[in-house]
């Protein structure tokens, strides 16, 4: 099994699970067993606790992870399903480290960071590798090059880089960055420079540099940076902007680096990947084209001071926005900015992504009943999902005082309750996760999408309270599937609009490209004017 592991420097948000995920995809193109790992060096054990303001999203994995982003690039990517065990993060690696020593495993031994944490890093990465039986595993180290706390699994990637024969050894990709000032007019290479001195002073030596501009890398800036880092020309890549991030393993591609890690890994025969191509170039081409029919949807969140805590969901709107041919415009609505009467007017769709806490749950309430009172294209997602159903029971039913008890625990009217086995739990790692398999209704628009069941993704602690349902119902509201027996609500729709649903799962995370998720598609599609 061979190892390309991907670094990166001078910033953070440059791109380094886009590069990952590009040269995996490029791998798998070319006939490769492939998967990815992201390496996380904070303290938290995992991203479940973290706010999506400061860290973006929470990806959720099947097996009910609560994972760093870039575990859906490699899953959009590869289009294949990435288990938790593939985000480590120093918390994990600390904590088996020290269970080790509980039970004497280190023989009396003085624990170090070299070369406990680093056999025990290393151990991580290469039990997944063999494990799945993989031909290459991308390893994608969080952080910049130079964080303290990145530094034992650099140094373990390191090891790893020397150990074996030379065709054996892994590859290193650093990604840097070289800015363009209007003032100066041409590419500065300094940043990249003091990253890979900063890169080799702890003992790698990167074989490519994937560099980030605006325009493409100009010869003489590529010829410059190979001159003071080491790097030969050819392997210095432009990671210029682009249209898609679905187009950056073309542009790799055309600068070679599948030859040059062909050739570095001593790998032949492979088989022609021609066809795998084709069917790639067909699945992201709609992405870079602009349609002359546009779907304007307001997207409105707890979150949105960062475009990062709703990744998936901007994915997941364009996964379907291609498939059906029309373009789509996101604006970020701040819940918390909502006024009594919304203004919904210059918008085709409003889409409520998931929350936790009472922040802007009162504009959320507010946008969804003018949603349903107008009859504006409405989808609500898991916290989207519940308030729509507080909204229905204050506006169709008249109950004021109707709301969930993760805002107002003393309502006599409680929508949305706690979970049962929800009291008590620690924060972390304890809420509903992972993949459910979910009953539908025949004869309701959740059963034209998903026939009679589906297996979806979950992240909550509240639920709809079954007491309440008759009511619900009474007034129009139709639950059209649940999970676990009946005991859980999971769709709710409202048959007399043109499209209104929320639903209790995240279907963004199950939305790959090519494959738009249905409840994305169908709301589009209604927003579009296609339904």
Not at 144 to 170: H, N
Not at 182 to 203: D, F, N
Not at 243 to 254: A, D, G, N
Not at 416 to 438: E, F, K, M, W, Y
């Amino acid at each position: 099994m061979k190892y390309i592991f991907v670094t990166g420097g001078v910033m953070s948000g440059l791109g380094k699970g886009v590069v990952a995920s590009s040269t995996a995809k490029l791998l798998q193109l070319a006939g490769l067993e492939v998967s990815c790992i992201k390496i996380d060096p904070y303290l938290n054990y995992d991203a479940g606790t973290m706010n999506p303001v400061a860290h973006g999203e929470v990806f959720v994995t099947e097996d009910g992870g609560e994972c760093d982003m870039d575990m859906g690039n490699y899953e959009r990517f590869l289009n294949r399903n990435i288990p938790k065990s593939h985000n480590v993060t120093t918390a994990q690696v600390f904590s088996s480290v020290i269970e080790a020593e509980r039970d004497g495993r280190y023989l009396g031994a003085c624990v170090q960071i070299i070369p406990h944490v680093t056999d025990e890093i290393k151990r991580r990465i290469a039990a997944i590798g063999e494990g799945e039986s993989l031909d290459v595993l991308v390893v994608e180290c969080g952080g910049t090059v130079g964080d303290i706390e990145s530094l034992p699994f650099l140094e373990a990637l390191r090891q790893m880089g020397v150990a074996g024969p030379p065709e054996d050894r892994a590859l290193f990709v650093h990604v840097t960055l070289a800015p363009s000032l209007e003032v100066v007019g041409e590419q500065k290479t300094k940043p990249t420079q003091h990253s890979v001195q900063e890169l080799r002073r702890i003992g790698i030596q990167p074989d490519y540099l994937a560099v980030r501009c605006t325009a493409p890398l100009l010869d003489k800036t590529r010829e410059k940076l190979a001159m003071f880092t080491g790097v030969r020309a050819q392997d210095v890549l432009s990671c210029h902007d682009a249209e898609s991030i679905f187009e950056v393993p073309r542009m790799l591609y055309k600068q070679g680096i599948m030859d040059s890690m062909f050739r570095k890994f001593g790998m032949v025969g492979l088989v022609d990947s021609s066809e795998r191509w084709d069917a790639w170039n067909d699945t992201v081409r709609p992405f870079a084209v602009r349609h002359s029919r546009e779907a304007r949807i307001a997207m409105v969140g707890k979150y949105v001071a960062l475009t990062d805590s709703y990744v998936s969901v901007n994915h997941a709107l364009r996964h379907a926005a291609a498939d059906l041919g029309v373009s789509v415009s996101i604006d970020l609505v701040d819940s918390e900015t909502v006024g009594e009467d919304p203004d919904l007017s210059g918008y085709d769709g409003i889409l409520v992504p998931g929350g936790f806490g009472t922040r802007g749950a009162e504009g959320i309430i507010r946008v969804a009943e003018a949603s349903r009172k107008r009859d504006v294209p409405y989808l609500g997602i898991c916290f989207g999902f519940q308030l729509a159903a507080v909204a229905f029971a204050r506006g169709a039913l008249g109950i004021p005082d109707a709301d969930t008890a993760e805002i107002s625990p003393d309502s006599a009217h409680q929508v949305v309750h706690l979970l049962p086995d929800q009291d008590d739990h620690a924060t972390g790692g304890s809420l509903r996760l992972g993949a459910h398999n979910i009953a539908v209704r025949p004869g309701t628009m959740a059963g034209r999408l998903y026939g009679r069941g589906v297996s979806r993704r979950h992240r909550h602690r509240y639920e709809i309270n079954r007491s309440m349902m008759p009511e619900l119902e009474s007034g129009g509201l139709v639950f059209s599937a649940d999970s676990d027996g009946g005991r859980r609500m999971e769709i709710l729709e409202v048959p007399r609009c043109r499209f209104y649903m929320g639903v209790q799962f995240h279907p963004e995370f199950s939305s790959r490209p090519g494959f738009p998720e249905a409840s994305y598609r169908a709301f589009v599609g209604a927003a579009a004017g296609m339904a």
